[in-house]
């Protein structure tokens, strides 16, 4: 058994113990925590981060208006040949990409931009304001 699979098993364990197991987060565990932005679009300090889980998928949120980052943990949310690849960008030190996504089914993401990467055997997605330009999200790739 693999590193991973015992610590599913230990989490399985440790959530049946405390009696709730939609308030264990197997992310932490299996290392898949935020990752705070050194800043915000506008340069600003991102200040405190505000968790929850949407959808099932563990979320961070930084920021207001045009500088709110929202990055869902451990899911990507890309998918080629349905969203609009817009360039590949390097995100603290890993090679990334920034995307338009086009779901109509879900009008909540629907042509927003994001910034995604894996780090560490996790994927991140950020997602930006739709306000914010291409260019911007390119630009700040590198300085998440």
Not at 15 to 21: H, K, M
Not at 116 to 140: H, K, N, Q, R
Request: proline share 7%; glycine share 10%.
């Amino acid at each position: 058994m693999d590193s991973n699979a015992v610590r599913a098993v230990v989490l399985v364990i440790v959530c049946a113990l405390i009696g709730g197991a939609w308030q264990c987060s197997s992310m932490s565990i299996l290392g898949c925590d935020p990752i705070p932005p050194k800043q915000l679009l506008s340069g600003a300090p991102p200040g405190t981060v505000t968790e929850e889980i949407s959808g099932g998928a563990k979320e961070a949120i930084w920021g207001t208006g045009a500088d709110r980052l929202e990055q869902v943990i451990d899911v990507s949310l890309y998918e080629p040949g349905a969203d609009e690849h817009l360039a590949d960008v390097d995100v603290r030190a890993n090679p990334g990409l920034v995307y338009r996504i086009h779901r109509d089914f879900s009008p909540s993401v629907d042509q927003r931009l994001a910034l995604g990467w894996s780090e560490g055997g996790c994927e991140y997605t950020v997602l930006f304001a739709p306000s914010v330009a291409a260019e911007e999200v390119i630009d700040f790739a590198p300085r998440y």
